[in-house]
């Protein structure tokens, strides 16, 4: 059995998950008080996905389909797969589920066409939208490691006690998986184009049951979408990133300007003391010089050296102040 290295979306859907979908998403509370351990893909089409094909999400082989007549699953295939070490490993990370066989789960088909044990790659037909056992076509898809005891028709109610807690336990969101799953070998535009070449590969099968235009059509449209949507997520991370450098431009020019300012008052302070010293100085000396010039008028200059006139004249302009 081929490992699933991978994982796809199981059909087409209408809208963005979760909500234009209309139907119940994972987890979601239901009308039979029981919180819907699936999704329920292209709801939103009402009946317009009538038949259209439901393809395996991974690479593995079917232990389980049946049909039951009446309100419930209606027609069911079980699929079991084997994931790689970097699957088991991605999954035991993020969602804390250890397992390394992980079943994934069809309900409501609109025929029996796989069989029991055999094996499926990813892509692979394993039926086609209908609404056996329910009044709306869509596709009931469920995700999960084995609940030991349980028959592969089991529901987990709340009265089975059954928590969202515990239910995390054993189920995961395909949708979620299948949009953070590592991609480090696959990139994105290659999932999508091997999701486009499986439709391609399914209607091919299926001899045109169904418009094999309309399903390129719908399937360029959600390329779209999609490649849309990884746009808004690099522009708005772009966006963050340049945000954050010039949020990190603005307060370094801040810090500095702060510093600027700081310094300039600074300077400031040491300008005027310097200015306030150089008065004091220039006045005193103005003084010293008026005191030189009357002592040379009282006594003649012949008899005091220069540097007993300057003397005399600091002594008695100091005795003064
Ligand atoms: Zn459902």
């Known amino acids: 059995m081929k490992k699933a290295d991978q994982f796809i979306f199981p059909t087409a859907f209408t809208g ?175 999932l999508l184009k091997s999701r486009a070449d499986a439709f391609v590969a399914v209607a091919d099968k299926l001899q045109k049951p169904v418009d094999k235009d309309i399903v390129l059509a719908d399937i360029d449209k959600f390329l779209k979408y999609e490649s849309l949507l990884v746009e808004k997520d690099r522009l708005i991370s772009e966006k963050d990133s340049q945000l954050t450098i010039v949020t990190d431009k603005v307060d370094d020019l801040d810090d500095r300007l702060q510093l600027l300012d700081k310094e300039n008052i600074e300077l400031k302070t040491s300008i005027q003391s310097l200015t306030d010293g150089n008065k004091i100085q220039s006045e005193d000396i103005q003084k010293l010089k008026l005191k030189v010039e009357e002592l040379q008028k009282i006594q003649p200059i012949e008899q005091l050296s220069s540097l007993e006139l300057v003397l005399t004249a600091v002594k008695r302009f100091l005795r003064r102040r």
């Open 16 to 190: 963005n998950y979760p909500n234009s979908w209309a139907g119940y998403i994972f987890l979601q509370m239901t009308q039979q008080n029981a919180l819907h351990p699936g999704i329920d893909w292209n709801w939103g089409a009402v009946e317009a996905d009538y038949g259209q094909p439901v393809q395996c999400i991974a690479n593995g082989q079917v232990v389980h389909q049946s049909r039951q007549d009446g309100v419930g699953y209606g027609i069911i295939v079980v699929v079991k797969h084997e994931l790689t070490d970097e699957l088991y490993n991605f999954i035991k990370t993020k969602y804390q589920i250890d397992t390394r066989n992980i079943y994934s789960f069809y309900a409501h088909l609109k025929d029996e066409i796989v069989d029991d044990n055999q094996e499926l790659d990813m892509g692979e037909l394993v039926g086609y939208v209908g609404k056996s056992g329910t009044t709306v076509s869509h596709l009931h898809q469920e995700l999960y490691k084995a609940i030991p005891g349980t028959s592969w028709r089991y529901w987990p109610t709340l009265s089975a006690g059954w928590t969202a807690e515990k239910l995390k336990q054993y189920y995961i969101d395909t949708y979620d998986l299948v949009v953070n799953q590592p991609t480090s070998n696959t990139s994105n535009d290659d």
